[in-house]
């Protein structure tokens, strides 16, 4: 039978329990609470994407100038016989996006966010407006590179890429950019293609193989960077369908052939009018070379594929960028690299060739871009042609009777709008090799002059 004293004392102990369950609830709920050893359940995987890429993203501003008329230009020449002199002004045209990606300050968009502009302007996460020179472009895959005016030694910080095919149809991607030049803004979708090809013969996009997304890309989100979860770039905004060919599809130019059109900007070719033939594949170290062009000046420094890139002048680079600066460096054009492949590490030591001295080597010739006169007399635009400055005695160029003063309008077929563009249409071409250069004469009889196109076949030397 239980007794009075037993009940008690269990009553006693029920209650010590409760206490003591009590009072270890608080302890373990309170710091919940306060947010003191929980992580907030609203930072998830969309906002730490988007706090990591935030501060590499930009808005860009472009200015163009155009020329005004006011209403007394009329009665100007009315009374005084001739027109007062036109105001050209600024106009400020594009609002676009960018990604900074280099902390030296490079920064990646759209070619037809650039397009005729005349002044480029970007305004930073942290508000600073700065200008910025817009460097290489490709309009084919809708392209450019630019380079902030900043003071030397200021670094930037830069978007991470995510590898070529790195993509998971349906995985969550985020775009952000500065749509209708509103500011900055982020939007929420998923990868919905990895391939589109547009069929539409007459749409504004032409390029193959571009990613699709549900995610918001409006006017002004061109240029802006779309990432996945992880804060990679996965793609470079460009287009959206408007409302009345379908809601919810965006555009985005895929990694790889960003990656693609970066290798060609930052080669020493493109970027700083240098010969050296050899192509990286990737755009951080560890480096490789991809690829040597046979009879280039990489390869007949005995650099080969696959090798990996320790060092240049002593240095060892630390992207693509890095690398360009290091190999460009030094005023002789020469630059000493240490390779890793299957035989161990070697020391080659390459000599860049400028541009005009491939000009004068392969054809005897040294080339300028058209002046606006010079393209007035030929009758064609600035960049239809190059003109031919000197042609050297005794070249490959003068033996098939080239004359200077003639425009090169083209190289085998393929036009020549810069010194630069021909120089690299001959970089493929051996000693022995013919090209057939386009040329247009200007010939003067008495009182009148006539354009004469013609064909030389020069022998490469």
């Known amino acids: 039978m239980t007794t009075i004293k037993t009940v008690t004392t269990k009553w006693k102990s029920l209650r010590r329990l409760r206490r003591w369950s009590a009072f270890l609830g608080a302890m373990i709920l309170t710091p919940c609470l306060t947010g003191v050893t929980q992580t907030d359940i609203r930072r998830d995987a969309t906002v730490a994407a988007t706090e990591k890429v935030l501060p590499t993203v930009v808005n860009i501003a472009t200015t163009r100038i ?36 280099n902390e030296e300050g490079y920064i990646l968009t759209n070619f037809h966010v650039l397009s ?13 407006t700065i200008e910025a020179d817009p460097l290489v472009a490709t309009k084919q895959k809708d392209v450019a590179l630019l380079k902030l005016r900043a003071p030397a030694g200021e670094k930037f910080p830069a978007i991470q890429f995510a590898a070529d095919d790195d993509l998971l149809l349906g995985e969550t991607v985020l775009a952000l950019g500065n749509p209708y030049g509103l500011g900055l803004s982020v939007a929420r979708g998923i990868l919905s293609s990895k391939a589109r090809r547009l069929i539409e013969a007459n749409e504004r996009l032409s390029n193959q193989d571009w990613l699709q997304t549900d995610a918001s890309i409006n006017p002004g989100n061109s240029g802006g960077p779309l990432i996945n979860l992880r804060g990679e770039l996965i793609g470079i905004n460009v287009a959206v369908y408007r409302e009345d060919q379908g809601m919810g599809v965006g555009f985005a130019i895929p990694v790889k052939q960003i990656t693609a059109a970066l290798l060609d900007f930052f080669a020493p070719e493109i970027k700083d ?92 010739v040294k080339l300028r871009n058209l002046t606006p006169q010079d393209a007035a007399s030929f009758k064609v635009n600035p960049g239809e042609g190059v003109f031919v400055q000197e042609v050297e005695r005794n070249s490959p160029a003068d033996k098939a009777q080239l004359p200077r003063g003639v425009l090169l309008a083209a190289i085998n077929d393929q036009l020549t709008d810069s010194p630069n563009r021909a120089a690299m249409l001959l970089t493929s071409k051996r000693a022995g090799e013919h090209v057939r250069l386009s040329v247009l004469e200007r010939r003067v009889s008495h009182n009148y002059f006539e354009l004469r196109p013609r064909a030389v076949d020069v022998k490469v030397r």
């Open 273 to 364: 009018a240098q010969w050296f033939g050899a192509r990286l594949d990737g755009l951080r170290a560890p480096l490789r070379f991809a690829e040597v062009q046979p009879g280039s000046p990489a390869e007949q420094a005995g650099l080969q594929a696959a090798q990996k890139i320790l060092q240049v002048n002593g240095q060892s680079p630390r992207d693509l960028v890095d690398f360009n600066r290091l190999l460009t460096a030094n005023a002789d054009h020469t630059a000493r690299l240490l390779v890793l492949d299957r035989s161990g590490t070697r020391t080659v030591t390459v000599r860049l060739m400028p541009f005009e001295d491939l000009l004068q080597q392969k054809l005897g």
């Open 66 to 101: 155009v020329e005004y008329r006011d209403p007394y230009q009329d009665w100007f020449l009315r009374f005084y016989g001739r027109r007062a002199p036109v105001e050209r002004r600024e106009d400020p045209e594009a609002i676009g996006s960018g990604v900074l990606i």
């Open 116 to 128: 005729r502009a005349s002044r480029v302007y970007v305004k930073l996460s942290d508000g600073r």
